[in-house]
């Protein structure tokens, strides 16, 4: 077991030094996988950054709720305070009929026009802000169906659409990344395939020695499956300094296009998790593309 | 040991290499295989090895019949022949130590035994101490040294050699199969394949003749002089591990 252990330790290391020894063919390979491996990555940052900035924008649309006429202050408070401590609502802002003419009048500059009335026009009206997490489509309706049916609300004013066609968007967008994704993933395997496919058939007379002195196929098959682990791994780093690059340099324009939106949304990198996906991707493409490769071309080498 | 019975071998382009070949080899004896190129020794050494397989016949190999080994098992196979070359086919871009290793690594030896065993059968060949050599470094006749050294390391029960001496002077020659006839003395089976019958004729060692691919002359041991005059142990002054 230890044995057995510390020959595979030294393949790892051996297929690495090997691999250093062919500098520029290797650094190729990795460059090719990496990109490869970016595009995919690059749009997952794209519809995991537009989710997170269209999470901040649903919250920033609020539920406007008038009251019926005439409900009096008092009643209008009572209806904000039971709105308020529902579990889907963060914030219930109150704006009475009178301070809502107070501000009409100095703002609209129909102050004259608005004296000759008889009494305010204006209804009382809440300001509903939605609390975190319940900003899906479905729970804004199932909110605004439940205020409507309080007495005293009149009219509920709430614009989902947009947010539905975002989230439309979106969803298409995470399909694409799933097929885009795979097809890209068949790219690696392919690059793979076929440097390891050169690399056998370089290492041609090495492997008849290694079959007549009684190597098993899968011992000769041991040091192409970690070369194309290592080919993997190196491209997964790659893309990971891909997609750092693509966004270091995108992150100044586009802090820039929501401070004019009056957002603070900041670009996101890949997290822990999206790491780790990445890596384990590139790994486990690398090792499957070397897998099939060697499969198929060692059979063909027998010694004569 | 090894045991020919009846049979054939037929390369795919119709070239009869073996017909009707029959002959037997007792576990323990040193069999030099003659006869001119084309006459078949080397296809019989490759059926023995499993290189290739007979078209007809039996073939039994340290009480395997080859018929019965499926391809996965060739490897397995091979590990209880050790097989030395004309050209050697050593990696050169290794030491010598990695080459004579391989057969050690492959059947998963631990390391320190590896080491030990390495160093062993340099010793026996007479080329201890160049382990960090690489096969460039040496010359022809150390070269085939190293390719038997490598072909012994797993201590095989059955060696075979084809044309081992071909790239070598006189001299040399007789140093490597002296190298044979000590592990023939520990009691391993061993088969040599050569053309050069003054140098065979030199060693009291039974002698099959093959041509066309049968058997055309069996010289048993006893009736074979040897000219008496090469002591294996004197020749490389070393003695021979037991």
Known sequence: MTAWLTRHVQTLIGSLGRLARHKLATALTILVIGVALALPACLYLLVSNAQLASGGWTRAVDLTVFLKQPTSPEEARRTADRIGQRHDVAQVQLILASEALK?????????????????????????????????????????????????????????????????????????????????????????????????????????????????????????????????????????????????????????????????????????????????????????????????????????? | MIRVDHVYKRYPNGREALSDLTLQVQSGEMVFLTGHSGAGKSTLLKLIALIERPTRGQLIVNGQNVAGVSRSKVPAFRRQIGMVFQDHKLLHDRTIFDNVALPLIIAGVGTREIGKRVRAALDQVGLLGREQSVPLELSAGEQQRVGIARAVVSKPPILIADEPTGNLDPELSLEVMNIFRRFNEVGVTVLVASHDVHLLERFPIRRIRLDSGRVSGDVPAAAAKGSGLFDPGKLLGSEVAP
């Open chain 1, 103 to 304: 501000e009409f009048r100095r703002d609209s500059g129909f102050g004259e026009a608005i004296e000759a009335l008889n009494e305010n026009p204006l209804p009382h009206t809440l300001v509903v802000r939605p609390a975190e997490g319940y900003t899906s489509p479905e729970h804004l309706d199932a909110l605004a169906e439940d205020l409507k049916s309080l007495p005293s609300v009149d009219v509920v004013q709430l614009d989902t659409e947009w947010v539905q066609r975002l989230n439309a968007i979106l969803d298409a967008l995470r399909r694409g990344l799933l097929l885009f994704g795979a097809v890209l993933g068949l790219g690696v395997m392919v690059v793979v395939g076929n440097t390891i496919r050169l690399d056998i058939q370089n290492r041609r007379d090495e492997i008849e020695v290694t079959k007549l002195v009684g190597g098993s196929d899968a011992f000769v098959r041991r040091p192409f499956l970690y070369n194309g682990v290592w080919y993997g791994l190196g491209g997964a780093a790659m893309a990971w300094i891909i997609t750092f690059v693509v966004l270091a340099v995108l992150q100044e324009p586009i802090a820039r296009i929501s401070l004019l939106y009056g957002s603070e949304f900041k670009l996101s990198g890949l997290d822990s998790k999206a790491t780790l996906t990445l890596i384990l991707a590139g790994v486990g493409l690398g090792w499957l593309g070397s897998y099939v490769s060697s499969t198929r071309h060692l059979r063909a080498i027998e010694p004569r």
